[in-house]
């Protein structure tokens, strides 16, 4: 084909798609009721949407998966709450430990020996 | 949310507001996306019923992997005209048995003076035309001249390549020419 008859045919053929694009005809709306009504009943079979808004099966699925599980989840999350809990609370009876340690008294040095630890004491076994 | 305010979000946004529940978010979609899947339909079935049963089906398709879709994979229209096609194809074959080079003519359901008929015949010969060419020369064309996609996007939905998507688009042009050349005259192209 020479280059002059390409170019008319091109051109002719543009025409045509031209019209062809302009042809385009709009979807009826009874069409388009079919496919809403579709959509309602699709939509109807999925899980609840959570009231947060958050989609189960997003990121949230993927982190519990990645941690092991919701049993690992609720593990996790019972050692954070504890150790929260020591952190915020001071409990007085782990100060009390502490200070002990930190500052002992003679009482700390006080052993109460066994009977015949007199015995093994004389013979220089102790 | 009201239908005009949801003409900014993107077609996968919509997508997740209708997995999550959101009514409005398919009627935005329905409103968006069915004209072009009805036009892709058209233009390779031919046949406007047809047409319509492939968009229903293809739009329920849609529906149905709401919940799986990934963002970021795949545009939604790319995998919608993917579908259409494949529908098509199928539906051809059942038609058709195992010919898929011809397809019914287009319903001629317009009548009137030849002047003003002129672009409407025009648009009804090119449907005929490309009824006679190979399915995915004609796929090729729908995408590239009359939906007007980039070759890189027509490779992507026809899973091939651009050089592939090149030489369709060629040859399919050719055959456009070839067939249409008898009827120049008669749609007011005497003088071409």
Known sequence: MRETDKHNADRVLETYFEAARKDCRAPSSELMARILADAADVQAGFPVARASGVRV?????QLVQGLGGWPAV???????????????????????????????????YLVDLSADALFELDEGAL | ????????????ALLERFARGDAAAARALTMRLTPQVMAHAYRLLGNHAEAEDVSQEAMLRLWKIAPEWRRGEARITTWLYRVVANLCVDRLRRIQGESLESVPEP??????????????????????????????????????????????EVAEIMETSVEAVESLLARGRRGLVADLAGRREELGFGDA
Do not use: C
């Open chain 1, 57 to 61: 099966g997003g990121f949230v699925r």
């Open chain 2, 107 to 152: 319903q001629d359901e317009r009548k009137g003076p030849a002047e003003t008929l002129q672009g409407a015949e025009r648009a009804q010969a090119l449907q005929v035309a490309l009824g006679h060419l190979p399915a995915r020369q004609r796929q090729a064309i729908v995408l590239r001249d009359l939906e007007g996609l980039a070759n890189p």
């Open chain 1, 74 to 108: 609720a593990g996790l999350a019972a050692a954070v709450v504890t150790g929260l809990w020591i952190g915020m609370s001071q409990s007085s009876a782990l100060i009390a430990y502490a200070t002990t340690y930190d500052e002992p008294d003679e009482a700390l």
């Open chain 2, 1 to 12: 949310m009201p239908l005009d305010m949801m003409s900014d979000i993107p077609d996968e």
